[in-house]
Every structure is written in structure tokens, then in C-alpha cells.
């Protein structure tokens, strides 16, 4: 009698659970959902062994329609929670959701500290530029002089870039894509999912009542493409509908746009380097905004890094071989005792 | 009481004694609390029982020599069963002019007052206050057998021929003060002596100055026409067994280790450096080869998020903080209760409100620590009555978690965290086991239910990873058996009352209250934390002075034992004695309708033992 060992095969629809999606219609979540929903069942990964950790926002809610193991836990905390969790068990694939005031203001501290520390968790950002569930203030991306209920007269704040905070922290893995991109996207989850380490994943995406089109330059069909600079590791940066433009660094190592011909060749272009441990070229690539430049999308930055869990648990090991399993009653009784 | 004899070659005249209580105090530099900690060591060593009250300064590191900057360590040693630090000074060691100004007060008449001669010179007196020199003012010190020894020019001649640094030398002063306080008790100086040869093993010449500055001490009080009387106080009768000394935090790190290797789990401590909690970190970071994981978080919020994320993984996850701290935690410990996990919160309690007094006790976050969280969110709250009894309670606090899945917290408070007791070292049959139960049934088809419940109301436990019972649990109201949202107004009744009447539950699994003394009487006196000792000691004297007075000692809060009302009715009336503005009597009031009255402190110390005492009078005879 063989007893077959291999793993269930699984679909996207395992990964669907029985609770009703109250998103609103169109939102760019459902298609970060049925990306994620892809992506998974490719990973070789039992089901069970999957936690979906959210803070508080419409992104948030992600957890409750994955029949995973998940928790919606408090604003801004979920890194924390994270880090307890893949510290308690490092067996689990541990997945961050959080949005841009998510993680950004009410848990900007924990959101470097997790990736300060490079604990093996995967922290996906949904970029809205906007406080969706609490119905439209701006958020701590939105851009200065953005108009809403708590900002009549334009927001006065300057705002934070992701990528460059992110990146800030010596991230490991840093990348960026678009909800309605659906191939980049499953590709990106994918890879930060592989990555061993804090991967951090800015999605942009479109919350079509509060902020509708706010990134349309970067997933229109037809404009995307001279908006936006697809990243491949070790190739030249070049964009454009007919791929005829490319990054070149000027004299003072700032990028700048030029045409290809006219005397510029492929080999006078910037090239993608995303392994490099200098962070020097992600932060380039970090600083590009439109509509002064196209915006990289894809992983600016990838390199391997010891984890804070394995860290963890190798001086838990090496205590244990240095001093002997624990005894209790041997720490009792250490220092100075008597007997009566 | 005292006997006297004639002893010894040179003629010393030995008194015996019952209990003495000792305070080193000096700069917070001169090495007190070492001095303290020693002497409180070779007394425990020796057989007596001992209580100790550490005094550290609130500033980190104020100038040399000013009023602000002294540190005190206080210890009662005895020959029978002490549950204070003492009262009354009857030996005070004086390091310098702003110790004995900030102390002084505190010696009994007829005390006797060793002091550092050397150190009262013109720059510090002035720091003091001082302005003129009170050695030098026969009257204001009659009071007391005044010793003054110069005892920084003692030190570096004895470490002379060592050939270290005239700073160096001087740092010896505080095991010439050791030295000489050990000839006067007739302390065996090994324990003392091993540890410096163990501490120093890397500094050869700082193990012999600071032996020489302790034989230095020592020989002094032999040899000196001033000293003629020494002290002997025998081994105290304390049930038989093998013994050690433990401060508060190290018993309540010594407990959850002993839980979670009773329970067979991993212990996951996240925590924030805070004082006076600390210690219980950095006595958890030294027992990783325990499977203890310990995670020093980005702050408050991030230690009790991990806590909760690591309790929802599956280990035993504790957390420890002070009032600050605790007070970041309210939404942290919110999540846990609805989210129905086991973890404990230990709440190390100092002077407040905000930064308050970091180094100075109080009980004052009761109120905190019974509401201070959004919604209708009781937790069950237990306080240890002493430093040993936190082994004990820390237990107790972790086997309610899991048991009832619930957050847990456990009240202490600085004065226990920092003061030390002997502690009998428990037999590892005699612990209580502790069981813990994961779901982890194969799936068979059937939804698994997240907020089933079991006879205590408890909720499974599943460890993620676990096939079959994938769930998501999280911050909205849940609906029972199921765990799906929902905010309908009838299911949030029904789950308010439901976490509520699961957490009362717990009484029936708690010891009923027992109290000291009679039966029933003129007065009971109730109190909880780390005020157990003068209250016992207290109503004992007056129960010998003939007062009709008992004493009950809470040590579950939340709930309270079910007989607790009862036993209140047995009394004319009730005293409750708090280091706060009378917390536990409002919720006593509040519960049973009793016309309690309160004796408060809030001034960063202990009650006294004689403070209890005429309270318990006054409220008896109703003045």
C-alpha cells in the first residue's frame, strides 16, 4: 500500500472564504484579493500554514475573505502582531495588509521596526492616498494641497514616500505595482513571497469613491506606458509605447530622461541593479515621481539578509547547547541558598 | 528581647537581639544597594529571616553629594517571621552629609549612627544644606550613639600597597562599611567574600581591595575604644526546607518559567524597558536554554501587539510594564479580550499619574487595570501579597489565561518588585501542573467553530498551522460559536454579557477568602499587594493588644473570592489600608455596599507598621 505524501493541489478558490466581501463595487482590493488568491496555491505551501495579519482600513478587512489563518488586529499594529506570531511559530508564511494611513501614520514606528529588523514577514500596502473607511481624509501619501473633508482648503503636509521610508529602513525586499496590473502584480506577490526577509510591497490602488484615478497615469492603457519604467534586474531602463526612452544619470548622478538613437545607445542607460547592497540606486529609483519622471514599478531592491527570527531562534539554540536544556531546579538553586 | 554577655578576647560586650533593622544610604555612586544586597545575603545565608526595602533615587545620576541624589537600602533581619522591612532604624550607615540629612529621621533614639567622617567636608555639607557641621553639633546628633569613622582615608591606606588609582581606592569605602556593620552583627563575611572573588575574576587587584577594605572594616570595629557593644540575632524558625533569597521580579520571571515548563509550551516575553519592570526582562533574557523567547519592542504598543500575536500562534505570551506602560496597552489588551486568547499583563505599579515617581511605589493603577479599556471589558486581575509569593501568583495568572482564554493581569508593585524575601525552593512534585489543550482535529468535512465554548466558556485554542481549523479571529464583535462579524445590536448584548459572566466565572475556580484572626469581630482590615506585610503585622499587635480585629488579604481582585461578602458581614466594620486614594475601597463599596474607610498613603513609601496600628485603633474605638 503506497501512501501518497504530496501536497493537496490547490486552487485559487480554496483560498476563498464563506464571508460576504463588503468592499465597495470596483474597489481595487478585489483584484489585489484575487491576485493573492492566485499567487498562493503556487507556493507548494499547505493552507493551513498561511496568517493574514491586518491592521485597521479598508485593506484591512482582506484577512476575513482568505480561508487561512488570519487576524484583523488594531491600527498600525499589525507588523507587531506579525513579529509575535512568526516569532511563536517561524514554520507559518506570515502576510502583513495594510494601507497607506494604516501603516504609514498610526504605525509608521512598527512598520520600520519590521523592517529594520528583517523579521521573515511579507507587508503588502495598499496606496490609495487616502483614509477610505473613515470616508475620505487625507492620508500621509496624499499630495500637499489635496482637497478633502478634513482639508478644505488643501492639505498643508508634505507627504511620505513608501519606497524611500521602506528602503530607509534597509528593507531586503522592496517593489511596487499597480491593483489593475494583473500579471506584474501576481508576479511581485510572488517574489516578495519567495523572499526570505521583510518584503515590502507598495500596490497602488484606486479607491474609486474617495479618490478615484488618483494613479491612473500609472494604469491607464495607453498613458501607462510612457508613465511608468517596468524594473528587470541587470537591464537598462527603458519605457516608452515603443520602448524609445530611457534613464541615463546626468553629471551630478541625478536621473534624467532621454530619447534612444540620436546618439544615445542602450549602453548609456541606467542599469537595474536589484541585488545591490548599496541602497544608493534604489533610493534613485525610489525618488523618480510623476509627472516629472516615469515611476519604477517591480522590485527596486532584493538581497538576502539573516532573518530576525532565525537570529532569535540561533540564541535560543546556543544557549541551550552552551548551557544544557533548562532545569528549574537547578536555577532554584543557584547563588546562595541554606536549609533550615 | 535583649540578653547580654561578655565575650570575646578583646572584651566586647555581645547583645542578643530579636530583629534589627539596618539602612545603608549614601551617593548613589557609594554602593549601597550592593552594600544592602550583601548584608541582606550573609544574613539569609545565615538563617534569619529578612525583608528588604531598596530606596533608589529618582534621578538618574543627580550631582555628587546633593540631597537628590541619595540611595538608601534598608533591611530587617530576624530571629522569628518578619513581614517588613521595619519601621525604625536601629543601625544607620551615613556615607556622606546629604544621606544623614534625608535619613536621619528614621533612626530610633538611642540608634546607632555610623557615619563617614571624611565626607563632611565644606563642599558637601554645603550641598546639603548644611551650615555648619552637624558632627561637630553635639546636640542635634545626642540622640543617637554617633560613630564616626573616617572611613575614605581607612580605605585607601588599606589598599595602599595595591598601587590602584586614589578614585579607585575610595570606590573600596562601601566594603569598609560592609565590614565594620558585619563585626557589629557578627556576620560570616564568606558569602561576601566568595562573590567578590567571582565578580572580580577577570581583576585580580579589585577582588583584593575590596577583601582588604572588608577585613579593614571588620578588624576596625574589633580594635576601636569607641565600639564596646556587638549584636548577635539567631536563625529565625522558618519552616524547614532549603532556602533561598528572591527579590519580586526575579520571582515573578522564576514563575512563568516554571508555568510554561509545567505546561510543556514555549514562553514568548515582549516587552519595553520601563522602571520598575525591567528586571523581569532581564531576568527572562538570561533563560533562553528555558525555550524562552524574549522580544524587546519598539515600544508598549509593540510588546503587548506581539503578545498577542505570539498567544494567537500558540505560545504562553506575557508582557510587563509599569502604569505608563500599562496605559499604552488598554487597546492591545482590548484586542486579546475579544479576540478570547490567553496571555498575562504584569503591571510592576509606581507613583503616578504619567512619569510620577519611576523609582517609588504606590497602588495606585488599580482603577486602571480593572477599567482602563474601551467597552465593557473585565479581565481577571490578581496581585501577589509578597516577592515570593510572585512564583506563586505568577502561576496562578498564567493557568487562569489559559484556562478561561482570556488576558490575564497580575498587579505587583515596585515595592515587591525590588524588595527581597527568603523563598523556600519548591519541590517540583508540589507544583500545581498546568494543562493546556489545543484543537487540532483532522478535517472531516465539518466547519471548524472558533467560539465553541467549554464549561468554563472558554474558547478552543487552535495553533495556526493546524489543518482543517483555519479561522480568523480579530477586533470586531464576533458572533458566538461561529467568530463571523457581526455588529447586530442583539449579539453585542449577548457577547458583553457572555465575556463578562465568563471572567465572574472564574470565582468558582478560585480559593475562597481566608482570613487572619477572628472569625468575626469589631473590625475587618482588608488589603491586597504589597502592603500584606504591615497589615499583618499590624492587626497581629493589636490582635495581642486585645483589639477585635481580623485581616483579610486579597490576592484575586478581579474576580473577588464569592465569599468575600460574607466574610465582610462578619465585622462591625471594615479598614482599608491603600497606597492610593482609595481605590479598592470604592470598588468594596461599590460591590458589597460596605461603609468601608480607608487609610491612604501616596507618598512614593511603604506604610509603617505603627501607621496601621493607630488606624486600626482609631477606627475601632471610632474616633
Same mark, same amino acid.
Given at each position: 500500500m503506497s501512501v501518497d505524501t504530496s501536497l493537496p493541489v490547490l486552487s485559487p478558490k480554496d483560498f476563498a472564504s464563506d464571508q460576504e466581501?463588503?468592499?465597495?463595487?470596483?474597489?481595487?482590493?478585489?483584484?489585489?484579493?484575487?491576485?493573492?488568491?492566485?499567487?498562493?496555491?503556487?507556493?507548494?505551501?499547505?493552507?493551513?500554514?498561511?496568517?493574514?495579519?491586518?491592521?485597521?482600513?479598508?485593506?484591512?478587512?482582506?484577512?476575513?475573505?482568505?480561508?487561512?489563518?488570519?487576524?484583523?488586529?488594531?491600527?498600525?499594529?499589525?507588523?507587531?502582531?506579525?513579529?509575535?506570531?512568526?516569532?511563536?511559530?517561524?514554520?507559518? &508564511?506570515?502576510?502583513?495588509?495594510?494601507?497607506?494611513?494604516?501603516?504609514?501614520?498610526?504605525?509608521?514606528?512598527?512598520?520600520?521596526?519590521?523592517?529594520?529588523?528583517?523579521?521573515?514577514?511579507?507587508?503588502?500596502?495598499?496606496?490609495? &492616498?487616502?483614509?477610505?473607511?473613515?470616508?475620505? &481624509?487625507?492620508?500621509?501619501?496624499?499630495?500637499?494641497?489635496?482637497?478633502?473633508?478634513?482639508?478644505?482648503f488643501g492639505s498643508v503636509d508634505r507627504p511620505l514616500n513608501p519606497l524611500s521610508v521602506a528602503i530607509g529602513a534597509r528593507a531586503t525586499f522592496a517593489a511596487r505595482s499597480v491593483d489593475v496590473d494583473i500579471k506584474h502584480l501576481c508576479n511581485v506577490l510572488e517574489r516578495a513571497a519567495n523572499h526570505k526577509g521583510t518584503a515590502f510591497v507598495e500596490v497602488y490602488q484606486d479607491c474609486n469613491v474617495f479618490n478615484s484615478g488618483a494613479f491612473a497615469f500609472a494604469s491607464k492603457k495607453g498613458e501607462k506606458e510612457e508613465n511608468v519604467i517596468y524594473l528587470e534586474h541587470g537591464k537598462p531602463l527603458i519605457f516608452g509605447k515603443d520602448r524609445d526612452k530611457g534613464i541615463r544619470l546626468n553629471s551630478h548622478d541625478q536621473p534624467e530622461v532621454v530619447e534612444l538613437g540620436k546618439g544615445v545607445t542602450e549602453d548609456d542607460l541606467l542599469f537595474h541593479d536589484e541585488k545591490s547592497e548599496d541602497m544608493n540606486l534604489a533610493f534613485l529609483l525610489a525618488s523618480m515621481r510623476y509627472p516629472e519622471m516615469p515611476e519604477p514599478m517591480g522590485v527596486f531592491r532584493c538581497v538576502e539578509h539573516p532573518t530576525y527570527n532565525e537570529a532569535v531562534y540561533d540564541q535560543v539554540k546556543s544557549a541551550t547547547e552552551r548551557n544544557g536544556e533548562g532545569d528549574l531546579e537547578a536555577l532554584f538553586n543557584t547563588g546562595d541558598t541554606w536549609t533550615v | 528581647?535583649?540578653?547580654?554577655?561578655?565575650?570575646?578576647?578583646?572584651?566586647?560586650?555581645?547583645?542578643?537581639?530579636?530583629?534589627?533593622?539596618?539602612?545603608?544610604?549614601?551617593?548613589?555612586? +557609594?554602593?549601597?544597594?550592593?552594600?544592602?544586597?550583601?548584608?541582606?545575603?550573609?544574613?539569609?545565608?545565615?538563617?534569619?529571616?529578612?525583608?528588604?526595602?531598596?530606596?533608589?533615587?529618582?534621578?538618574?545620576?543627580?550631582?555628587?553629594? @546633593?540631597?537628590?541624589? %541619595?540611595?538608601?537600602?534598608?533591611?530587617?533581619?530576624?530571629?522569628?517571621?518578619?513581614? @517588613?522591612?521595619? +519601621?525604625?532604624? +536601629?543601625?544607620?550607615?551615613?556615607?556622606?552629609?546629604?544621606?544623614?540629612?534625608?535619613?536621619?529621621?528614621?533612626?530610633?533614639?538611642?540608634?546607632?549612627?555610623?557615619?563617614?567622617? +571624611?565626607?563632611?567636608?565644606?563642599?558637601?555639607?554645603?550641598?546639603?544644606?548644611?551650615?555648619?557641621?552637624?558632627?561637630?553639633?553635639?546636640?542635634?546628633?545626642?540622640?543617637?550613639? %554617633?560613630?564616626?569613622?573616617?572611613? @575614605?582615608?581607612?580605605?585607601?591606606?588599606?589598599?595602599?600597597?595595591?598601587?590602584?588609582?586614589? =578614585?579607585?581606592?575610595? =570606590?573600596?569605602?562601601?566594603?569598609?562599611?560592609?565590614?565594620?556593620?558585619?563585626?557589629?552583627?557578627? =556576620?560570616?563575611?564568606?558569602?561576601?567574600?566568595?562573590? %567578590?572573588k567571582s565578580k572580580f575574576a577577570k581583576k585580580p587587584e579589585l577582588v583584593e581591595a575590596n577583601l582588604k577594605a572588608l577585613h579593614a572594616g571588620y578588624n576596625f570595629g574589633i580594635t576601636t575604644e569607641a565600639m564596646t557593644v556587638h549584636y548577635r540575632v539567631d536563625p529565625a524558625e522558618l519552616p524547614p526546607g532549603k532556602y533561598r533569597k528572591v527579590t519580586g521580579n526575579e520571582a515573578i520571571a522564576f514563575g512563568f518559567v516554571t508555568a510554561a515548563t509545567l505546561a510543556g509550551k514555549k514562553l514568548f516575553y515582549g516587552g519595553y524597558p520601563i522602571t520598575p519592570a525591567s528586571d523581569i526582562l532581564h531576568e527572562l533574557s538570561k533563560l533562553k536554554n528555558f525555550n524562552v523567547v524574549t522580544f524587546q519592542a519598539e515600544d508598549e504598543i509593540a510588546a503587548i501587539t506581539s503578545v498577542v500575536g505570539a498567544s494567537y500562534a500558540g505560545d504562553l505570551a506575557i508582557t510587563a510594564s509599569s502604569g505608563p506602560g500599562i496605559a499604552l496597552k488598554g487597546e492591545g489588551m482590548g484586542l486579546g479580550a475579544i479576540m478570547e486568547l490567553p496571555m498575562v499583563i504584569v503591571d510592576v505599579q509606581r507613583g503616578g499619574p504619567s512619569t510620577g515617581l519611576p523609582t517609588k511605589t504606590e497602588q495606585s493603577d488599580l482603577y486602571m487595570c480593572m477599567f482602563g479599556r474601551n467597552g465593557d471589558c473585565p479581565l481577571p486581575l490578581v496581585a501577589p501579597a509578597s516577592p515570593a509569593d510572585c512564583f506563586h501568583m505568577a502561576q496562578e495568572a498564567m493557568r487562569i489565561a489559559v484556562e478561561f482564554m482570556t488576558p490575564v493581569m497580575l498587579l505587583s508593585d515596585g515595592y515587591i518588585a525590588n524588595g527581597a524575601e527568603p523563598w523556600q525552593i519548591p519541590e517540583m512534585s508540589s507544583l500545581k501542573p498546568i494543562k493546556v489543550s489545543h484543537e487540532n482535529r483532522q478535517k472531516d468535512g465539518e466547519q471548524f467553530m472558533p467560539y465553541l465554548r467549554d464549561e468554563k466558556k472558554a474558547r478552543p485554542w487552535v495553533v495556526p498551522g493546524t489543518p482543517g481549523c483555519e479561522h480568523r479571529v480579530g477586533g470586531l464583535e464576533k458572533s458566538d460559536v461561529t467568530g463571523n462579524v457581526d455588529y447586530s445590536p442583539q449579539n453585542h448584548q449577548y457577547m458583553t454579557t457572555l465575556r463578562a459572566n465568563k471572567i465572574a466565572g472564574i470565582a468558582d475556580f478560585i480559593p475562597e477568602q481566608e482570613v487572619e484572626g477572628p472569625e468575626s469581630g469589631d473590625l475587618l482590615v482588608i488589603s491586597w499587594g504589597g502592603t500584606y506585610g504591615a497589615v499583618r503585622t499590624a492587626v497581629k499587635h493589636s490582635i495581642k493588644e486585645g483589639l477585635s480585629v481580623a485581616h483579610a488579604h486579597l490576592r484575586y481582585l478581579n474576580p473577588f473570592p464569592k465569599n468575600l461578602g460574607d466574610v465582610i458581614k462578619n465585622y462591625k466594620k471594615v479598614l482599608i489600608p491603600e497606597l492610593n486614594t482609595g481605590q479598592l475601597r470604592m470598588i468594596i463599596r461599590g460591590t458589597y455596599l460596605a461603609d468601608a474607610v480607608g487609610l491612604n498613603k501616596v507618598q512614593g513609601k511603604p506604610f509603617l507598621i505603627s501607621e496601621v496600628k493607630q488606624k486600626i485603633r482609631e477606627v475601632i474605638e471610632d474616633k
Open positions: 466581501i463588503r468592499w465597495c463595487p470596483r474597489c481595487g482590493d478585489y483584484s489585489i484579493l484575487a491576485q493573492m488568491k492566485k499567487v498562493l496555491p503556487t507556493l507548494g505551501i499547505p493552507k493551513e500554514k498561511f496568517v493574514f495579519v491586518s491592521g485597521i482600513g479598508c485593506s484591512s478587512r482582506f484577512p476575513y475573505y482568505m480561508d487561512t489563518y488570519g487576524m484583523h488586529s488594531i491600527h498600525g499594529r499589525a507588523p507587531a502582531v506579525a513579529t509575535g506570531v512568526k516569532l511563536a511559530n517561524p514554520d507559518l &508564511q506570515v502576510w502583513v495588509i495594510t494601507g497607506d494611513g494604516d501603516s504609514l501614520s498610526i504605525g509608521g514606528n512598527h512598520f520600520m521596526h519590521v523592517l529594520r529588523r528583517n523579521v521573515d514577514v511579507k507587508v503588502i500596502l495598499f496606496n490609495n &492616498q487616502i483614509y477610505g473607511l473613515t470616508k475620505g &481624509q487625507y492620508s500621509p501619501t496624499s499630495p500637499t494641497g489635496t482637497k478633502t473633508k478634513s482639508t478644505p | 528581647m535583649a540578653t547580654t554577655d561578655v565575650s570575646g578576647a578583646n572584651g566586647k560586650i555581645s547583645e542578643q537581639l530579636d530583629a534589627v533593622v539596618i539602612r545603608f544610604c549614601g551617593d548613589s555612586g +557609594d554602593g549601597m544597594q550592593l552594600a544592602g544586597t550583601q548584608f541582606t545575603n550573609v544574613s539569609a545565608v545565615f538563617g534569619n529571616d529578612v525583608s528588604t526595602l531598596p530606596d533608589f533615587p529618582a534621578e538618574i545620576r543627580a550631582p555628587a553629594g @546633593t540631597l537628590g541624589g %541619595v540611595s538608601g537600602f534598608q533591611i530587617c533581619f530576624s530571629s522569628s517571621d518578619i513581614y @517588613t522591612p521595619g +519601621d525604625e532604624v +536601629d543601625t544607620l550607615v551615613a556615607m556622606n552629609p546629604a544621606a544623614l540629612k534625608t535619613n536621619v529621621a528614621d533612626l530610633k533614639r538611642g540608634g546607632t549612627l555610623i557615619v563617614n567622617e +571624611d565626607a563632611f567636608e565644606k563642599s558637601n555639607l554645603s550641598k546639603a544644606g548644611y551650615e555648619s557641621n552637624p558632627l561637630d553639633d553635639e546636640e542635634s546628633l545626642a540622640a543617637y550613639q %554617633v560613630q564616626k569613622v573616617p572611613m @575614605t582615608s581607612l580605605t585607601r591606606d588599606a589598599v595602599a600597597e595595591l598601587g590602584l588609582s586614589p =578614585r579607585e581606592a575610595e =570606590r573600596c569605602k562601601n566594603f569598609f562599611a560592609m565590614g565594620l556593620v558585619y563585626w557589629l552583627y557578627q =556576620r560570616d563575611a564568606t558569602p561576601t567574600e566568595e562573590w %567578590v
